[in-house]
């Protein structure tokens, strides 16, 4: 195997692990072995792991509730995650964020967020402090279609370009956000094209083809590196669960749903392109799957052997000196 | 007319139906209100009944915000969903800085008949930023009227009081109520705002919350009565405009108040309700007013983490036996 | 004299009006008798009596901190307006507004704002309130290049595209926000090409021209009524006095306001096409002028003359039953 | 050595001098900030000393709070500008849900050492949306810090403080204290966060204050003293953290206690004291504590009537005497 292909192996191994791990969640949450609620991004593994795969360890990312692909995507702990989703003690936050707020801040992953389209500022600061500190690092920031529409977007979006700060802003558009479609919400259907407001350069990509995402956004991460600026990728997808785990889906039809599954499966698609390419033959295909299942059942093993934190913990870590 | 079993989330509902087929000013705007009837099925029936009155926006709290205050200066009757309270943060210059102040600042040229509703509150393993208490950032807010309602006939009664109020009036709803059932009459009854309810009487000790709260004091009182301590449990529905004369009343007889929230102890209601009862009844008193509240700390995910951040009823237990046994 | 040469001198005397209460406004400050501080619009008389001529008295128009024009375009009462800004009883609002918070609503006035891009949401609601109220009214928003890059901006913008409500969004770039030029701190030269980007259609106008402005208004206003949807207008002016008066404006030369000032008067530049037209002679300029002039002393002879508010008039107007 | 008098806006920038040539990391963000060296020129000197790190912004407060944020998560110590207090209304998510919240979520995996610094308060005929004392928001806001500090010494040594501290900071500084003089140490010294000072010693009556409300309570003193009053003047300087060790050594010798804000009086920062002190300091009150503030409205903009609205010097006087005559 060339090296490149030992890459696109090793990719195609984090979407496959993306799209286990998702599942997994769901049928842990679906066992009410998960408290709280679990958003799900299963459909748009090409669109995580096409972006990180363009990423240093030290380039920073902003990511959302819908975010455990873009964590695993740029290295995140499966231990870690699994145990944070499950309120251990052992978890990334040590069980104070869950599925919604998980960080790596020793991987440059800046958090997870509740709030809708809350990363946008936040990576734009990244931004800025690369600028200042002239290295050449680079923020990513994934948000959805729904989030588009926030202030926060137009905001940041303006500052990253009049600073030319070295910032890939990514659009999972999903054509949905919750129980909104896109064409409902959003006045303009090329989400990317908004980007002209900003002088930003701006692609729409076929957000489930992995190599085309890995093309353009390897561009853009290439530009934001040589302090060129930001770019702007829209990265047409579709997600296959509801909207939260439990979601009844009124507001679109199962064939729809079908369809994409069917015919648009980001994982399958790549698959079939590697095989095609004699990069991946059903054996090594059969035994990744087997390997990141194993992984994913150590995960969960230790997220079950692991401890919840004690209440009082729960007093810990506002402050950096907890007398305050 | 006789009362029926509702649900928090149905006499919501019903109060909505009822208000709307009276004045056909009254509109819902929010996230996701039409294909299930809002995030938790609150406004179950209205989308079918009221066409083009119950209307989907995109995810932009200050427009959202906005567009319902500039509807309630011309015309309209806005009721907004805010989707979760933790979101007022994304409207908040709409909330504080406009809709609670024009009125003043114009010299009172113009009403602003609108409803903010914001579901809130923990206990659902929601973290940090979906499970926020709110209610003393707008207590501090003068041009808000605030109103947190905790039994399903309270719902109904201060929903429809809200809705035909002519100035802006904030509405939190406990998400982990919605479910609770209660007797509702079936007539069109309002109950105004700004009157507490004494809802089980005692001598011994003054029981003061509202919301979750109420709930909490309900349950600590089965317990204070194996001590032999007999609570009175005030719930106070309306925080601004405040009640103070039912306030009174009550710790003119038990001389001892426990104030009940579950918003965070600092700076929460509770600080205001004991600066009032302090002064106003100083010496009435014959032990300090006591706050029952979550920590000091965001409400973290973890079930173990937020049980103990969240008020619970051997804390109300526990405070009412300090102040009696003093 | 036509019809339109009428309309066409009243619009001339609205200019003069503006321009006259600004100085005069000026002048009161400068001689400490205004509390507080104010922002003047001279040099934009164009675009506030340009837009506002195509408005009927029923429809809707958010302002802002630099909005005395744009009331008086509306038709606001000169006494009324100096009386505020003297913080008497009599003034719009009890003086409880001052110059930054004026408003009339029985002109559909819905105020100014304090807030910059306060106004937007506003006025967006006003829209959505003429929809549902099925009337053809119509919604103006002036708001300034500052302004533009507040995210309320991009959410106003957006629902009043996919909701075509009857709005028109006026953008005022004087090229300044206080002390930040324009080129500075938006990422794009022309505003109002990012209506583009909300699928609105937009149009730049030199605001210094009366006529263009208000041709270009008129075009929008018919489009809102016809509903047809938004609109975004960028009026290109100048502010010729400082962002709030006693501004040092070390941020720009001299040389350059006096550029504007002696080559761009809006006022003038009317005056003249007027003149060219024959339809304003000297006479009658001079005749305006000195009706203006006499109006606005009487204006500030009854501010003068009027009385402060009741200190305990404070606590009224708060809630519609004062007893809240 | 030696003391220099100079005003609370010279206190701040030589703060910043002093911090930002001794940091690198430190740099400010906000609006206008170049051109003037501040919209009230309080960073003189700043622009020419420190060229790349006094960056001004569009005016897009929820991006320029966020981009702070993200900033302080990534190496940089900002001190972001606020311009005026009220517009924290445009940034409270960024404020309350993230800034706040983000250290504590993630596990205290990482520290966010920022400034948020508000110029805030009436009194300039600024009317309602340019005139907020808008703390006690942030009391009730878990992982904020809160500092207002009163004469040009504390702000130097607080303001230094709060940039050394690796936590965030919510500085308001009084618009219209900025030319207040005082003497101030030429040294390189801070004042603790959470470390409150008798200012002035007295036995009959305990005046709690910060800020603007701190002069107030100077003022009144001399009044007082004309009564035969003897009021013990402490000014809290941080309300959080907050130091009730010295305000219980206060009260514990007056055991009367008038609490001093220019914040509007209901659900202020007053109340959260008052509740503090009638529980931790029952039996040592011998008169209710008084609460001395704004009036419930928003800030008008009439001369007569924003000076009716704000707390007076008379009315220190008026509550002391109350709770001593008592
Ligand atoms: C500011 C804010 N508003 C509303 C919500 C509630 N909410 C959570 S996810 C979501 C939909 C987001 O849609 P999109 O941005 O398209 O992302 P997707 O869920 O499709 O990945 C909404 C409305 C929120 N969390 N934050
Ligand atoms: C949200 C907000 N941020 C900052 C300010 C302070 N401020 C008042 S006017 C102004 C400049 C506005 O510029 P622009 O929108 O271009 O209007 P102009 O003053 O040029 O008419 C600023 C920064 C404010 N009032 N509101
Ligand atoms: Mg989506
Ligand atoms: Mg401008």
Known sequence: MTNQDQDYISYYRTMVTIRKFETLAGELFAAARIPGFIHLSIGQEASAVGVCSCLRKDDYLTTTHRGHGHMIAKGADLKKMVAEIFGKKTGYCKGKGGSMHIADFSLGILGANGVVAGGLPIVTGAGVSIKMRKTDQVGVCFFGDGAANRGTVHEAMNMASIWKLPIVFVIENNHYASTTPQNYACSVNDIYSRSASYNIPGTAVDGNNFLKVREVTLKAVQRARKGEGPSVIENKTYRFRGHFEGDPQKYRTESEVDAWKNKNDPVKRFADYLARKKILTKELNQQIWHEVETELKKAVAFAEQSPYPEPQEALDDLFTIPSC | ?326
Request: some cysteine; hydrophobic content about 45%; overall charge negative.
């Open chain 2, 1 to 326: 007319m006789s009362d029926r079993i509702l649900s928090c989330s149905a006499a919501l509902a019903e109060a909505l139906h009822e208000e709307m087929s009276r004045d056909e000013t009254i509109f819902i705007l929010g996230e996701d209100l039409t294909a299930h009837a809002g995030i938790f099925g609150q406004f179950k029936g209205l989308p079918e009944n009221f066409p083009g009155r119950i209307i989907d926006t995109p995810i932009s709290e200050t427009a959202i915000l906005g567009v319902g205050l500039g509807s309630a200066l011309t015309g309209m009757r806005p009721f907004v969903d805010l989707h979760f309270s933790d979101f007022v943060t994304c409207c908040m210059d709409e909330l504080a800085n406009q809709t609670a102040k024009i009125r003043y600042m114009f010299g009172g040229q113009v009403n602003i008949p609108m409803v903010i509703w914001c579901p809130d509150g923990g206990g659902l393993r929601a973290a940090a930023q979906h499970s926020q208490s709110l209610e003393a950032w707008f207590i501090h807010t003068p041009g808000l009227k605030v109103v947190v309602p905790s039994e399903p006939a309270d719902v109904k009664g201060l929903i429809k009081s809200a809705i035909r109020d002519d100035d802006p009036v904030m509405v939190f709803q406990h998400k982990k109520l919605f479910a609770r059932q209660g007797a509702v009459p079936e007539n069109d009854f309002t109950i105004p705002l700004g009157r507490a309810a004494i809802k089980l009487e005692g001598k011994d000790v003054t029981l003061l919350s509202y919301g979750s709260g109420f709930y909490l004091c309900e349950e600590a009182v089965k317990g204070l009565g194996h001590l032999n301590i007999d609570a009175e449990v005030v719930d106070l529905r309306t925080l601004k405009p405040l009640d103070m004369d039912t306030v009174a009343r009550s710790i003119k007889k038990t001389h001892r108040a426990v104030i009940v929230h579950e918003a965070c102890l600092t700076g929460g209601f509770g600080a205001e309700l004991t600066a009032r009862i302090q002064d106003e009844l100083f010496d009435y008193l014959d032990a300090p007013v006591k706050r029952v509240a979550a920590k000091d700390v965001p409400i973290p995910f973890s079930p173990p983490l937020e049980d103990y951040v969240l008020p619970k009823v051997s804390d109300v237990v526990e405070a009412a036996r300090a102040v009696t046994y003093r």
